[in-house]
DNA sequence: GATTAATGCTAAA
DNA sequence: TTAGCCTTAATCT
């Protein structure tokens, strides 16, 4: 269940463990089997994310392209050297889908049976990783992938130059509401429920304001916003948008309560002028928000 | 033990 | 517009 900074993590993590290595590539649950033939015994090369999207570049130019989509996870296993080489470290949060197995697990001898419908196993010589759940699970090609970079947005924690303008220039183009155009990933890549109302709400903006009607100011401080809340979240591995002034006496890092501000906190008083927190189905997707704060 | 909802999206209808 | 992905944790009976 990632948003942008999750899967940033995932490619930084392939990056580490496998860059450079001959992978042995299985589909032990048999519906990616075609695709992993293609990939099996290849070498990693790269490893890429945008928005929410997985590339793994192998060296015969076959991508392996994997979006988890709601439930999609990728757990990963290996040696000493392995969890060495791991940016993601021990085990974190339950739910992420970048956990270890068991960190104190005995040397490295094979991964273990694959447990539940294992979707694609990819196997190194310290460690494997087994993903499961994922909406996307494609072996393409590389002018495949571009065009998969092509139909999305700017990435806020690539924010290459001109992101910054193209976010605001595809924001004020649309008059749909702007807590709809937050969830386009042509509009901008990575935003996902929670990061959509946390940042609206750090902004102050109504979640209901149209986009051609969000001055250009509101919407490039919108954008730095976001790419700033969204680092953390990389350098964290969970989405922590208040300050510790917000966190409960020596809560650090916060608990889960502390860490949002209207994210799943309907019914309850708003952290800054005690309005109740309201929740209401935007597009199929719950949209929290503070009337106070963000009322036109 | 069963049911529901979830940090999402695609493709079929 | 709806099913599907086929997991996980929290909430029900």
Redesign the pocket.
């Known amino acids: 269940?990632?948003?942008g900074?999750?899967v940033r993590r995932l490619a930084q993590q392939f990056g580490d463990v496998f860059s450079g290595e001959t992978l042995a590539v299985s589909s032990p649950?048999g519906?990616f089997t075609a695709g992993a033939a293609l990939l099996d015994g290849q070498v990693l090369t790269e490893a890429r994310a945008h928005?929410?999207h997985l590339f793994l570049h192998f060296d015969h130019a076959v991508v392996l392209h994997v979006?988890?989509?709601?439930?999609?996870?990728w757990?990963f296993g290996g040696d000493a050297t392995f969890r060495g080489a791991s940016s993601i470290g021990a085990p974190r949060?339950?739910?992420?889908s970048e956990v270890f197995g068991d960190a104190r697990a005995p040397a490295y001898a094979g991964p273990p049976e694959p447990?539940?419908?294992v979707?694609v196993r990819l196997v190194g010589r310290h460690g494997w990783a087994d993903l499961?759940?994922?909406?996307?699970c494609a072996a393409i090609t590389e002018a495949e992938a571009q065009s998969v970079l092509a139909?999305l947005g700017p990435d806020p924690l690539r924010n290459q130059p001109g992101d910054r303008a193209r976010f605001v220039q595809g924001l004020q183009s649309r008059k749909a509401p702007i807590a709809a155009l937050l969830?386009d990933?042509k509009v901008i890549?990575g935003?996902?429920?929670?990061y959509?109302a946390e940042v609206l709400f750090r902004q102050r903006l109504d979640p209901w304001l149209p986009g051609n009607a969000v001055p250009e100011e509101a919407a490039g401080l919108l954008w730095d916003d976001t790419a700033a809340v969204m680092a953390d979240g990389v350098r964290d591995g969970?989405?922590i948008t208040t300050p510790a002034s917000y966190w409960a006496e020596g809560a650090v890092p916060p608990s889960a309560d502390d860490a949002h501000y209207v994210?799943?906190r309907e019914g309850l008083p708003c952290r800054v002028c005690a309005a109740t927190v309201g929740i209401t189905d935007l597009l199929?997707?719950?949209l929290y928000w503070c009337p106070g704060c963000q009322s036109p």
């Not at 979006?67 to 996870?73: C, D, I, K, R, S």
Request: proline share 2%; glycine share 18%.
């Open positions: 269940m990632p948003e900074h999750s649950q519906r928005g929410k979006h988890l989509g709601l439930y999609g996870a757990d949060k339950i739910g992420e447990k539940g419908a979707r499961r759940g994922a909406t996307t139909r969830m990933q890549a935003v996902g429920n929670v959509r969970r989405i994210y799943k199929g997707r719950k």
